[in-house]
C-alpha cells in the first residue's frame, strides 16, 4: 500500500492506493487552523479503513504544507502541488490538456501537450472564487454550501455581481439583496462572477484547450462547473476522486519511484503528541524567526534559519 496526503491551506486530503494506483481508502480532513492535527487525523482515518494487515510501501506528500507533513509522518517523496496534481490527473484522461483546480484557498491552472506539463499559473493574493470565499458567502445566505450550486441552477437569471475581490462581491450580493433579486439569482450570479474572475485572474494569457478536467474541492459545486462550461464554449470532466487528485497525485509518485525502505514513521503516529514552537535564532546577527518540530519531547525538525546554523546544530545533536 501506498500514502499520499495532500495538506493545504483549509484541508488535509490522504489517500491509500495500490500497486495499481487504485484508490483503497482516503480522507478529507478540515484543517480548522490546526494542520498538525487534520494530518494526524487524516492518517486515522486512512488506518481505521485499511486496518493492519497491508504493508505499507512509501508515502509521498504534497500541498503548501508539504514539508510540515513529511516531517511528521516521515516521507519518502515531497513534491509540489502542480506535478502531484498533473500525475494524477493524467492517468486519469491521458489527452487532458487544461486542469482546472479550485480549493480553500488557492486556485490553479496546468496546460498540458502529451501529458506533459507546458505552462501553470496559480491565484495571486486575492481569495474571491475560492472554497472558502464560498463556505463564507453560503453561510451569510443561511445556506449550506452542498445546496449552494444546486440552488444556483434553479435560477432562471443570474444577478450581475462583482467578482474580482472578495469585498467588492459580498458588498454587490448585500445589495442586489436590498434590490429584491431572489436568492437563486444572486447564488447564480455569485458563480458566474468567480468563473470569470478565476479566467481572468489564473487563466490570464492561457489558451485553454479541451478536454479540460475540473479538480479540487469546488469542483462538487454543480453551479461553478456549469459557469466554466458556459464560459468556455465546451464540457468539463470532474474525475471520481475529484476532491483527492493531489494526494492521489503523491501516492502515485512515491511508487513510481521504487522506494526499497519507507520512512514513514507508522500509523502509531497518530497518538504522538505533536506541537510546533517558534524561536528567535541567536547563531547570528539574522535573529531569523525558527520554527521547531516537536514530537513527543523530542524536537525532530526545524526551519526557518536562513544561514542553516540553527539546523546544522539540531543535526549535531541529534547525533
Given at each position: 500500500m501506498y500514502l499520499g496526503v495532500d495538506v493545504g491551506?483549509?484541508?488535509?486530503?490522504?489517500?491509500?492506493?495500490?500497486?495499481?494506483?487504485?484508490?483503497l481508502a482516503k480522507a478529507y480532513v478540515r484543517n480548522s487552523g490546526r494542520p498538525l492535527e487534520a494530518i494526524k487525523?487524516?492518517?486515522?482515518?486512512?488506518?481505521?479503513q485499511v486496518g493492519n494487515s497491508l504493508q505499507i510501501q512509501g508515502l509521498g506528500t504534497t500541498g503548501s504544507a508539504r514539508h510540515l507533513a513529511a516531517y511528521v509522518l516521515g516521507a519518502d517523496v515531497i513534491k509540489n502541488e502542480i506535478t502531484a496534481?498533473?500525475?494524477?490527473?493524467?492517468?486519469?484522461?491521458?489527452q487532458v490538456r487544461t486542469v482546472i483546480e479550485i480549493g480553500g484557498q488557492d486556485s490553479k491552472i496546468i496546460i498540458l501537450q502529451e501529458g506533459v506539463v507546458v505552462d501553470f499559473a496559480m491565484n495571486t493574493v486575492c481569495a474571491a472564487g475560492t472554497g472558502s470565499f464560498l463556505d463564507q458567502?453560503?453561510?451569510?445566505?443561511?445556506?449550506?454550501?452542498?445546496d449552494f450550486g444546486q440552488m444556483s441552477l434553479r435560477a432562471e437569471k443570474a444577478a450581475r455581481i462583482a467578482g474580482?475581490?472578495?469585498?467588492?462581491?459580498?458588498?454587490?450580493?448585500?445589495?442586489?439583496?436590498?434590490?429584491?433579486?431572489?436568492?437563486?439569482e444572486i447564488v447564480a450570479g455569485?458563480?458566474?462572477?468567480?468563473?470569470?474572475n478565476y479566467l481572468n485572474d489564473v487563466g490570464r494569457g492561457k489558451d485553454l484547450f479541451p478536454p479540460v478536467v475540473f479538480q479540487g474541492g469546488v469542483a462538487a459545486n454543480p453551479g461553478i462547473r456549469k459557469a466554466f462550461e458556459e464560459e468556455l464554449g465546451f464540457s468539463t470532466v470532474v474525475p471520481p476522486h475529484f476532491e483527492v487528485m493531489g494526494a492521489l497525485g503523491a501516492a502515485k509518485l512515491v511508487r513510481r519511484t521504487g522506494v526499497s525502505s519507507t520512512h514513514f514513521k507508522g500509523f502509531d503516529i497518530v497518538n504522538s503528541e505533536c506541537l510546533t514552537r517558534s524561536i528567535e535564532c541567536t547563531q547570528c546577527d539574522n535573529t531569523c524567526e525558527v520554527v521547531e518540530l516537536v514530537v513527543d519531547d523530542e524536537v525532530v525538525a526545524c526551519w526557518g534559519d536562513r544561514c542553516g546554523k540553527y539546523s546544522e546544530a539540531l543535526k549535531a545533536h541529534k547525533r
Open positions: 491551506s483549509i484541508t488535509t486530503k490522504a489517500v491509500a492506493t495500490d500497486a495499481q494506483d487504485q484508490i487525523d487524516s492518517i486515522r482515518l486512512i488506518k481505521d496534481h498533473a500525475v494524477a490527473v493524467v492517468d486519469f484522461l491521458p458567502q453560503a453561510s451569510r445566505l443561511g445556506i449550506s454550501v452542498e474580482r475581490c472578495t469585498v467588492f462581491a459580498e458588498t454587490d450580493m448585500i445589495h442586489k439583496q436590498q434590490l429584491g433579486f431572489q436568492t437563486e455569485l458563480c458566474n462572477s468567480l468563473v470569470k
